[in-house]
């Protein structure tokens, strides 16, 4: 037998196997009779599991053979598995406990059960009494309160099955429920309190049937039962008792909710002070029932008499309150300020001894405004609960609270951190470590509404310092303008765009610079610098001679040169900021910002931090609409990128991709001069950032000037691969050489514009090679005085003209052969542009200006062609 059992149970065994085993369980009573029955306890377990036909067939034998011991051996088997997982069990103990009953009753189970009305019942009191007789009365109890569960089982079949035989064994539905209402209320609570989802499903709808069946009469008998498991130690009864009590008010109705009140509001008011928090949770979720039925004198039977319970060390109905508070907070608020802030019961002496508390009733505070907004009109009552706080362990937890909650958005807390900050009268100075980095990680929000809050906190708290302590303050504000600035990686800061932003930082940064030591006024300078290069213009303008004066002061004292460095770096960002970068946004004059884009190119050469001044210009470039402050600031930023000294950044430089693709990659169907000088200001800087990065590979800059399709985008690559070969011409030759001459000579064929470009760049590169000029390039440049095209052949006279007069000395004959028959022509034009630029060109290649030896060298060479010239 012990093999038998153990292959039955082993999961290593095949199904098919165990099934074999399992049928031998049909025949094995028979044989063995008595000697069998040590073995039943064991057997029903993998019995319940197989629910082939044959097992059922087995566990029927079981019954059938052993009746007289199975309410010893097998029936506590069967009732532990009505409430199994696995609703195959369930309905396989129902089926077996239904043949016991059977047997012992002496009744047929194979008649049908069909009525009209599921309490129906077909059993006789014959039959009732015998099962007592067999069972007990307390055993024939919990029998028939399993059953009674199981008709409420989520199963058809298990549902089916049980009310099957409840129809066949019960006399009387009624009359049985109320003699075994209290063992199935016991069951009820336990499985509302189970952890199986199908379980508390279970229990919820048995209860809710019983509720609407008796009314009235199951409070009375439920009552003590709910009262002795809400005592019981046990977690799982406590937690069915609170749903339980939920399902029951969800189920009867108000007028007999409101007869039984007072009998109800006992054990609802117990578990809301229980002290496990899941207990409280289901609390919460019947008090919110019972106060959708009754009202207000839901929150006067039990919200009042737990505030009159509220102590240090009561810190359990506390918790209850705060749960109840965030299901309610709109109901319960209104109700609970008025006599949390009048004495003795005040929020004051709350929070003053229950500070570890206190963010939960803030959590409940700030769940009862019902829009993310300054102006939710539930704010002010809560104001009046915060500005209550004044205690030393209350006030840090408001603050740490407070300012975490604006952290993840929340409106209202800033608002009321502003409120606390300046109405409360609380020193907040010792404080200042932690709030004043709080509220500057707040300039950080994208929310108006934060950011306004959070820089007049800023203001209220800094107001309260002294000079010693607006000192001691500087190394905690320069380690928070680094942590925003670094989490800001080049993007704006929406604080310091606010008018007052400044007004809290400026104040203590000056007194450090004026009064600090050496050391605190080379920390404040870089923090003052630090401020200036993130604030907007407009926000400093109003700052800037406050700031300047201090500054001055200092380097013209005797200080060391960290002191004098840090100053410097302030002095040229607020330069940048309130100088050039306004002269370079001045609408009304071009040379006007020309020439603010020349000084700064000048600038950035001597700049310690180039790069922030740089994101300004691409952030300028990123967003305005004027075209004509674009074209400017354009050249600005190709010259300050052309000089700069340290290498920008990679998210830089890809900035700057993207702001001269937002330009050029716009069709224009009738571009005008200014639309042309846009692609041409956009493509240089695009060149130059390719150039400066070596990307000039992977920009597909030489492709697009060879055949791109969309005729602006030609056009700015064109500029760009003049600007690169300006730039660099002898790192383009050596690393691109055969791309760039494809590229060159494409663009000689193309428009005019896309021409010239390609004839400016050829000049740079044949430059670059002094007496030794590529001759592909040297010969099309030639060929481009014949171009259609009048202002093409007057670029291609005066670029050969550059590369002639920057040759160290004169072409050899060979090279000159490539280009001076085409001058020649080129001198003889109509258009006095082409022919005076030919005309100098020659001038070059002859070296004239040197005198006559280079001419007659070459003269016989060149004869024929210059028997048609009259040189003057």
């Known amino acids: 037998m012990p093999e038998i059992i153990a292959a039955t149970e082993s999961p290593e065994v095949s199904a098919e196997t165990r099934d074999g085993y399992i049928l031998m369980y049909i025949y094995l009573p028979m044989v063995f009779g008595e000697k069998f029955l040590p073995y039943l306890p064991q057997i029903v377990p993998p019995i319940l599991k197989a629910l082939a036909d044959e097992n059922e067939l087995a566990g029927q034998r079981l019954i059938a053979q052993y009746c007289s011991h199975a309410r010893r051996l097998l029936l506590p088997q069967l009732q532990m598995a009505l409430h199994d997982e696995n609703w195959r069990i369930r309905h396989a103990s129902v089926t077996l406990i239904g043949d016991f009953l059977f047997n012992i009753s002496g009744v047929s ?11 129906d019942t077909m059993g006789m009191e014959q039959a009732g009494k015998s099962i007592v007789r067999a069972l007990g009365q307390q055993c024939r109890d919990h029998v028939l309160a399993g059953l009674y569960l199981a008709r409420s089982d989520v199963a058809l079949v298990v549902r089916q099955a049980a009310g099957h035989v409840w129809k066949i064994v019960v006399a009387n539905t009624p009359r049985t429920l109320k003699e075994i209402m209290k063992v199935l209320f016991e069951m009820v ?28 009469k199951i409070i009375n008998e439920v009552l003590p039962v709910l009262e002795m498991n809400q005592k019981s130690d046990e977690l799982e009864k406590r937690v069915g008792v609170a749903i339980a009590l939920h399902e029951i008010m969800d189920n009867i109705t108000k007028d007999v909710l409101s007869h039984y009140l007072e009998n109800l509001v ?9 002290p496990s928090p899941v207990v409280r ?19 006067d039977e039990i919200i009042t008499p737990l505030l009159e319970k509220l102590t240090p060390e009561k810190e359990d109905v506390l918790a209850g309150l705060c749960e109840i508070m965030k299901q309610n907070s709109r109901q319960m608020l209104p109700y609970l300020l008025p006599r949390l802030t009048r004495p003795p019961i005040n929020v004051h002496a709350l ?29 002010d009552s809560c104001e009046k609960v915060v500005t209550a706080v004044t205690d030393e362990e209350g006030v840090p937890v408001l603050v740490d609270y407070l300012l975490k909650q604006a952290g993840k958005g929340n409106v209202p807390a800033i608002v009321l951190l502003h409120t606390f900050v300046t109405k409360s009268g609380v020193n907040l100075n010792y404080l200042v470590g932690d709030l004043l980095p709080g509220l500057l990680h707040l300039y950080t929000s994208t929310n108006a509404q934060i950011v306004d809050h959070a820089v ?7 107001q309260a310092l002294d000079q010693k302590e607006m000192q001691e303050t500087i190394p905690i504000v320069k380690k928070a303008l680094n942590f925003m600035v670094a989490q800001a990686r080049g993007r704006e800061i929406p604080g310091f765009a606010h008018p007052k932003a400044l007004q809290p930082l400026l104040p203590m940064l000056r007194e450090s610079i004026l009064q600090g030591g050496v050391e605190l006024k080379a920390l404040a300078g870089e923090a003052l610098g630090m401020v200036v290069s993130v604030s907007d213009p407009t926000a400093l303008k109003p700052h800037v001679v406050n700031i300047t004066g201090p500054l001055v002061r200092v380097l013209g004292d005797r200080y060391p040169a960290s002191v ?5 770096d302030a002095l040229s960002k607020l330069l940048d900021k309130s100088t050039f970068l306004k002269a370079l946004q001045e609408p009304s004059s071009r040379p006007v910002r020309l020439a603010a884009g020349g000084a700064l190119s000048r600038l950035l050469r001597i700049h310690m931090k180039p790069e922030p001044l740089v994101c300004e210009i691409l952030k300028l470039l990123a967003h305005s609409q004027d075209q004509s402050l674009l074209e400017t600031t354009f050249v600005a930023a190709r010259a300050l990128v052309g000089k700069l000294t340290v290498p920008l950044s990679d998210a830089t430089i890809q900035e700057g991709y993207r702001v001269c693709e937002l330009q050029y990659s716009v069709p224009v169907d009738t571009p005008t001069e200014l639309d042309t000088s846009l692609t041409m200001c956009s493509g240089a800087l695009y060149g130059e950032l390719a150039i400066r990065t070596k990307q000039f590979g992977s920009k597909n800059i030489f492709k697009d000037v060879e055949s791109c399709s969309k005729p602006r985008v030609r056009q700015a690559m064109a500029f760009a691969l003049q600007q690169m070969c300006q730039s660099d011409a002898a790192t383009i030759w050596s690393d691109a050489q055969a791309e760039c001459r494809s590229a060159i000579l494409a663009g000689f064929s193309a428009d005019s514009t896309v021409a010239c470009a390609a004839l400016r760049a050829a000049a740079h590169i044949l430059a670059s090679e002094g007496t030794n000029p590529d001759r592909d390039l040297l010969s099309a440049m030639g060929r481009a005085l014949s171009h259609q095209a009048v202002e093409v052949r007057r670029v291609a006279a005066g670029a050969l003209g550059h590369v002639l007069h920057l040759a ?22 109509s258009n006095s542009a082409v022919r005076s630029a030919s005309e100098l060109a020659l001038v070059y290649a002859f070296r004239f200006q040197e005198g006559q030896e280079g001419f007659d060298v070459g003269y016989f060479l060149f004869a024929t062609h210059f028997d048609f010239l009259i040189f003057r």
């Open 456 to 462: 007049n906190s800023a203001i209220g708290v800094a």
């Open 808 to 829: 160290p000395c004169q072409f050899q004959n060979d090279s000159l052969k490539l280009i001076v028959p085409h001058l020649v022509n080129g001198a003889k034009e």
């Open 189 to 216: 609570v336990d499985s509302l309190a189970s952890t199986c989802e199908e379980r508390q499903q279970m229990g919820a709808r048995c209860l809710g049937e019983l509720v609407r069946k008796m009314g009235d």
């Open 281 to 299: 949770s289901a609390a919460a979720d019947t008090f919110s029932v019972l106060y959708q039925m009754v009202g207000h004198e839901a929150l």
């Open 564 to 568: 004098k460095l840090a100053v410097l």
């Open 109 to 119: 189970g194979k008649s049908t059960t069909s009525t009209a009305n599921e309490d």
């Open 351 to 379: 929070c003053g001894s229950l500070s570890r508390q206190l963010s939960r009733v803030l959590d409940a505070l700030l769940s009862a405004c019902q829009t993310n907004d300054q102006y939710d009109p539930m704010i």
């Open 266 to 274: 006992t054990p609802v008011r117990n578990a809301i002070c229980d």
